[in-house]
């Protein structure tokens, strides 16, 4: 168990606050599946909070003759075909950000979605009035994991980012925070462990995180770096 002072907390969405990884997974197999591209599943996994037109970059000489928007807007699509995954909040997401935003912590988002996606998600979590900032995938040069969206966040909550605190679920985005000076709690709801080693505290879900007097936060987990 561990007690983390912090002067602001910065999210992910993705994997974070919202478990939706069970239907992007499907999103992209079956994008693969339509154009008869072979792929595994540790090759999505590893598309796990990043941006989707800079994987899809990545990805362009598997699909010759098609654009990367193209083939966003596909994967998009999938997104609202009947018998996809549901979508829920990660077990104590929405009471973790209530009760910061109780005690005046400032509050941010920080994703590689597309800003309607986003605000859509955190509107139906009941949240999106609670955060100071959200920063999307439109509103940086370089997605995660390249620091540059939390250190927006950052400056736009106007608190140092040493004192902030960073939740992430994917690698890419543990190395944006970290990347960034912040601490970071990793949320194994989407990976390993192991796969988020280089975050300072781990834990299953935000449950196992609650505000305490100062304002900090005591997280207790599956471990401290």
């Known amino acids: 168990m561990a007690v983390i002072g912090l002067g602001a907390a910065v999210f992910d969405l993705d994997g974070t606050l919202v478990d939706t990884e069970p239907r992007n997974r499907v999103m992209w197999s079956r ?5 008869g591209v072979p792929y595994d599943e540790a ?25 990367v928007e193209e083939l966003f807007e596909q994967v998009v699509a999938y997104g609202a075909m009947p018998g996809m ?48 900032i959200v920063v999307t995938a439109g509103d940086v040069v370089t997605g995660k994991p390249h620091p540059e969206g939390y250190l927006a966040a950052a400056r736009e909550l106007d608190v140092p980012p040493q004192e902030a605190v960073g939740f992430e679920d994917a690698p890419a985005g543990v190395a944006a925070v970290k990347s960034a000076g912040m601490t970071c709690v990793g949320v194994i709801t989407t990976q390993p462990a192991g796969a988020l080693a280089e975050a300072d505290h781990v834990v299953a879900d935000l449950e196992e995180v609650d505000v305490v007097p100062g304002p900090a936060l005591r997280v207790r987990g599956l471990g401290t770096r």
């Open 31 to 35: 994008l693969f599946d339509a154009h």
């Open 43 to 67: 090759l999505i996994a590893s598309f796990a909070g990043r941006r989707g037109h800079e994987v899809l970059r990545d990805l362009a000489h598997l699909f010759p003759g098609r654009t």
């Open 85 to 132: 995954p549901p979508v829920g909040p990660v077990p104590g997401a929405v009471d973790l950000v209530r009760s910061l935003a109780d005690e005046g912590v400032p509050l941010a988002v920080v994703t590689s979605g597309e800003r309607t996606y986003a605000e859509g998600l955190l509107a139906d979590l009941g949240i999106r009035d609670l955060l100071d």
